[in-house]
């Protein structure tokens, strides 16, 4: 092979993987937003876990009677057994984050759809265990006014039952605002970060 083989077979390369200098410097920009959400993570799975535990001592604090401590680690078990499965999904996603170099656009491409994807995935963890939450603080309270005598004496009317209902619709519309809120403060407006780096990079 001559040079003008060399040369002829150079210009027929594919040249979509090069990176030039300026480009490499807004690729790797893409890292302060991309380390606070490694940041934000860390931190959140090691408070998730606290509170998973410290949440399993709630009828011994409270003397819940026996009954109510069966049903309560019924629901317990429950929702530990899907808290860890999200969990374990979203450690493997914080370790996936830990192993990135932002060199190259199909890097900062994958990270960006990576974190969005992962994104989707704590909002559905967070409405998986959302009914678990309301039937805890349910029970709470009910053993809590069982203690007062004749508080239950009487059946439960229609205005009651209706009010229950009510309380648990906007308890679950409460928590969706909240969960929305949430990811995007820690999460969403660094992805929007890193979304303009895209941005930027197309428009060259």
Request: zero cysteines.
């Given at each position: 092979m001559d040079f003008n083989d060399i040369q002829n077979a150079w210009k027929n390369?594919?040249?979509?993987?090069?990176?030039?200098?300026?480009?490499?410097?807004k690729i790797q920009s893409a890292n302060t937003p991309l380390d606070k959400i490694k940041y934000n993570l860390k931190n959140e799975f090691i408070y998730q876990i606290i509170s998973i535990v410290l949440m399993g001592f709630i009828p011994l604090l409270f003397d819940f009677p026996?009954?109510?401590?069966?049903?309560?680690?019924?629901?317990?078990?429950?929702?530990?057994?899907?808290?860890?499965?999200?969990?374990?999904?979203?450690?493997f996603f914080y370790k996936r984050l830990g192993s990135i170099e932002l060199k190259t656009k199909d890097s900062l491409y994958e990270t960006y759809f990576d974190i969005r994807l992962n994104m989707e995935l704590y909002k559905t963890f967070g409405f998986a265990l959302t009914p678990f939450l309301i039937l805890f603080l349910i029970g709470f309270f009910y053993f809590q006014l069982s203690k007062i005598p004749g508080f239950f004496a009487s059946d439960i009317t229609n205005y009651q039952l209706a009010g229950l209902v009510l309380v648990v619709v906007f308890s679950m519309l409460f928590m969706g605002i909240a969960l929305e809120w949430w990811v995007h403060k820690f999460y969403g407006k660094y992805a929007k970060e890193i979304k303009k780096v895209i941005d930027e990079l197309k428009e060259e």
């Amino acid at each position: 092979m001559d040079f003008n083989d060399i040369q002829n077979a150079w210009k027929n390369e594919q040249t979509e993987n090069v990176v030039l200098p300026n480009n490499l410097e807004k690729i790797q920009s893409a890292n302060t937003p991309l380390d606070k959400i490694k940041y934000n993570l860390k931190n959140e799975f090691i408070y998730q876990i606290i509170s998973i535990v410290l949440m399993g001592f709630i009828p011994l604090l409270f003397d819940f009677p026996q009954k109510g401590v069966v049903l309560f680690y019924l629901l317990y078990s429950l929702f530990t057994a899907v808290s860890i499965y999200y969990l374990v999904k979203l450690y493997f996603f914080y370790k996936r984050l830990g192993s990135i170099e932002l060199k190259t656009k199909d890097s900062l491409y994958e990270t960006y759809f990576d974190i969005r994807l992962n994104m989707e995935l704590y909002k559905t963890f967070g409405f998986a265990l959302t009914p678990f939450l309301i039937l805890f603080l349910i029970g709470f309270f009910y053993f809590q006014l069982s203690k007062i005598p004749g508080f239950f004496a009487s059946d439960i009317t229609n205005y009651q039952l209706a009010g229950l209902v009510l309380v648990v619709v906007f308890s679950m519309l409460f928590m969706g605002i909240a969960l929305e809120w949430w990811v995007h403060k820690f999460y969403g407006k660094y992805a929007k970060e890193i979304k303009k780096v895209i941005d930027e990079l197309k428009e060259e």
